[in-house]
């Protein structure tokens, strides 16, 4: 509610704003690309009510006849095809797709210029805007529900890579598994190394320490006390972790830091 006044902040502020218009677009463009109904509500409304009646057939069914699997999967593939057909979609409405491509790909941009500047607040802001699974969390796997829809684009469409992907290319660590375990503490690493507070009292010490955040952290008694960098250094990390974790990092000061 106030005016920015430093740098940091009237960059944060600009990085929202930006932030705001490129979840507006990707939420429309993904819609597009997914198609209209073919089914008016109506109809998808029908198509429901079947599945329902059906479903308490397959129900009935298990408590009373178990034994007869062939009419439970005869059921269960109706509701298949009943589902399909509800979320039939009409073919991409292509000039609806250019218009909001040529909106979309100058913000997305913006976007990608942000994380290459040394506000801390900013870059956390935004990892969490680009559909991470937690604040610093760059899993591979956060996109992966929209490749069918992505495949639909134009094949002269350069799509960009997400912050998560361009690292892992530039990074040794090129499985997914091993990747998403280690860039976590890396990206933590990266906001200390731009500034932010990583001390014993600091907001990401203290998540660890009380597991504030019970669907990201798990609860370290370990780290109560301690810096960031000794809780990783000596208590959460392996040795081959930690020095792992290191290169991720050197990456990213190398991808975003100038």
């Not at 509610?1 to 990085?15: K, R, V």
């Not at 913006?110 to 899993?139: A, C, D, G, I």
């Not at 091993?178 to 503490?185: A, N, S, T």
Request: proline share 4%.
């Amino acid at each position: 509610l106030t005016t920015p006044q430093t740098p940091e902040e009237i960059h944060l502020a600009e990085t929202i704003q930006t932030s705001k218009s490129w979840r507006k677009l990707y939420n429309a463009l993904f819609a597009v690309l997914r198609g209209e109904y073919k089914h008016d509500q109506q109809q998808r409304d029908q198509f429901q009510q079947q599945i329902t009646e059906l479903q308490e057939q397959i129900s009935f069914l298990y408590q009373t006849n178990p034994e007869n699997s062939e009419a439970i999967e005869a059921l269960n593939n109706e509701v298949t095809q009943l589902r399909i057909q509800s979320d039939e979609r009409q073919p991409v409405d292509q000039v609806k797709l250019n218009e909001i491509l040529a909106s979309f790909f100058p913000v997305n941009e913006q976007m990608l210029n942000s994380l290459t500047t040394s506000h801390p607040e900013s870059f956390r802001y935004l990892m969490t805007t680009l559909h991470m699974k937690s604040r610093y969390h760059l899993v591979i796997g956060a996109g992966q529900r929209y490749a069918q829809l992505l495949a639909k684009l134009p094949e002269d469409i350069n799509w960009p890579q997400l912050p998560n992907q361009q690292i892992m290319i530039q990074s040794e660590h090129q499985d997914s598994d091993l990747f998403d375990l280690l860039i976590q503490p890396a990206a933590d690493l990266y906001l200390c190394y731009l500034g932010a507070d990583c001390g014993p009292e600091s907001e990401m010490v203290l998540n660890y320490c009380l597991n504030w955040e019970k669907d990201h952290y798990d609860s370290h008694v370990d780290a109560c006390g301690k810096s960031l960098l000794d809780f990783y250094s000596e208590n959460y990390l392996t040795a081959n972790q930690w020095t792992d974790v290191n290169a991720l990092f050197e990456t990213m000061v190398k991808m975003y830091a100038h």
